[in-house]
């Protein structure tokens, strides 16, 4: 009788290889990030998941105070401002909600979306700016990021008024503040930093500041150099695996004719390096 062959194991998932390469269990936070980094070293983790992992942890620890757009640099519009005004405030900011406020910015009666108003416009009505306000969402500086993120969840809500001990608007949070912590900046076609030409920056010392997200076509565009960008996508990456671990500010290494001095850093990732042409 003929016995049927063995069968194949079924590919294990990321978090098993992870599990099974645990030295042992992790008695803390610490311990467990701890970890996570040598799974990114023996190459069960990417830089950039290793990174997520550790900002979904550090999320629980923060609030909303620590991400919100403070109350001086809102864009909040005046219920009674002119329309052709409140046109102008949401074309130039680029922004999808604006908080309206009656008075001052303590007052505040809803939130205006952006489409909502342009739609208004489009078809010719009057556009009573009142009845395009939608409900406000209230939320103290305290409320922790990771209870934030799960409320934006359930309620589909993007933005809410973060308000004071003594209830005066503090300033606003939105859910791309929170996600912000876990998957990092979030750039869009508004942002000034998405001028590729402040990514290299010279230093009046004669180095070079490079940005970590630098892609390295770019830095090799600019220096006329050939580093690989096979394996990497960015300078960052590059360097980050050359030192051999997440690099902290002052760590330096040498390489393809340049030195790369860290600048900043933090504990999730590198962010910006000093760069000059290796002396031989």
Known sequence: MSEDPPSTPAPRSWFERITQALSGEPQSREELIEELRHARANGLLTNDTLSMVEGAIEVADLTVADVMVPRAQMVSLPIDAPREQILDEVL??????????????????????AKDL?????????????SLLRPVTMIPES??????LKEFRLSR???????D?????????????????IVGDIDDEHDDDDDKHTMIQ???????????????????????????DEEFDTIGGMITSEIGHLPEAGEET??????????KADARKVQ???VRVHEA
């Open 92 to 113: 130039e900011s680029g922004h999808s909600r604006f908080p309206v406020h009656a008075g001052d910015k303590d007052e505040i009666l809803g939130i205006l979306l």
């Open 118 to 130: 342009l739609r208004c416009f489009v078809e010719g009505a009057t556009c009573d700016i009142r």
């Open 143 to 148: 409320k922790r990021l990771n209870i934030l």
């Open 157 to 163: 809500n993007h933005m809410a008024i973060v308000v």
């Open 165 to 181: 001990e003594y209830g005066g608007v503090a300033g606003i949070v939105t859910i791309e503040d929170v996600l912000e912590q």
């Open 202 to 228: 010279a230093a009046a010392n004669g180095d070079f500041l490079v940005n970590a997200l630098t892609p390295i076509a770019e830095f090799n565009e600019r220096f006329g150099c050939d580093l690989s």
């Open 254 to 263: 040498t390489l393809g004719g340049f030195h790369f001095q860290v600048t």
């Open 272 to 274: 910006q390096f000093a």
